[in-house]
């Protein structure tokens, strides 16, 4: 995959780019990638690249000129462009996994207020929000945007690591993972890890996903195409824990 990133600060993602796995990536030949300062394309003497906005409101707006030419100079009529906004579509992992099958990725940055809508309009297929917060700044949003994409390229990162991680597999958070030492301070790493029994390892390791994903996020259980171990596990849990059923009206099975 080709990604470019068009900025008004290069300097904010090039050492992502320049660093750890993505390095290794754009080693191998499985990356390749352009830093794109939109000020290069400013024509004016002081490279002006923003101005108020029509009909007013605070704060200053991308001009469409210099991004304009700035997009069409990195071919991005004919690439996957999108741009990260938070009043985008929620960012997730089926949409990190759909991004990633592209050829070409442009990625647009946006600073103060945003971009002339005349751009969103030309060149933009997607607007991207990370999540319901506001950032400084498109940078950031896009470092994240890419980092999820990225990794999910054959060869980038081993198949394993990627089957096991949140999200993927049955849709539940991770459980928790212990390294050596066996007892740190007083606190034990659980038995059952120790035993080497693979069967008894795999369903302490489901059990803990299930409790870790209704502490936190019991809305992923609403999903469907939950299987029924997973469903069977979820009940015990919470008759156990005497805790209320998250989503009882979608206790069926949909396999
Ligand atoms: N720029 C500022 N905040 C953002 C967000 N939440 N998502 C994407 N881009 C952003």
């Known amino acids: 995959m080709k990604i470019t990133v068009l900025t008004l600060f290069p300097e904010i993602l090039r050492g992502f780019f320049e660093s750890s796995i993505m390095a290794r990536a754009v080693k191998a030949g499985r990356i390749e990638y352009e830093l794109v300062n939109i000020r290069d394309y400013a024509t004016d003497r002081h490279r002006k690249c923003d101005d108020e906005i029509f009909g007013g409101g605070a704060g200053m707006l991308m001009l469409p000129g210099p991004l304009g030419r700035a997009l069409d100079a990195h071919g991005a ?7 990260v906004t938070p ?10 996994a759909d991004l990633a099958r592209e050829e070409r990725l442009v990625v647009v940055c946006g600073r103060y207020e ?15 929000s990370i999540g319901d917060y506001v950032l400084s700044s ?40 212990y390294t050596r030492p066996a007892v740190y301070g007083t606190i ?7 035993s080497g029994h693979h069967a008894n390892i795999a369903a302490w390791r489901l059990k803990a996903q299930i409790r870790k994903t209704l502490a936190y996020r019991p809305e992923l259980f609403a999903s469907a195409g939950l299987p029924d171990e997973v469903r069977r596990l979820l009940k015990e849990i919470v008759t156990e824990g005497g805790i209320d059923e998250p989503y009882p009206e979608d206790s069926g099975s949909a396999d």
């Open 114 to 128: 945003g971009v002339d809508q005349r751009i969103i309009d030309e060149y933009v297929d997607d607007e991207i």
């Open 87 to 96: 009043s985008g579509r929620l960012f997730n992992q089926a949409y990190a």
């Open 138 to 177: 498109g940078e950031v949003a896009a470092l994240v945007l890419v980092d999820a994409v990225y990794r999910l390229i054959p060869g980038v990162i081993s198949g394993e690591s990627l089957a096991e991680e949140s999200f993927s597999g049955h849709g539940l958070l991770e459980y928790p993972q």
């Open 188 to 194: 034990k790493v659980p038995e059952v890890l120790l």
């Open 77 to 83: 009529r004919t690439a996957r462009t999108v741009f």
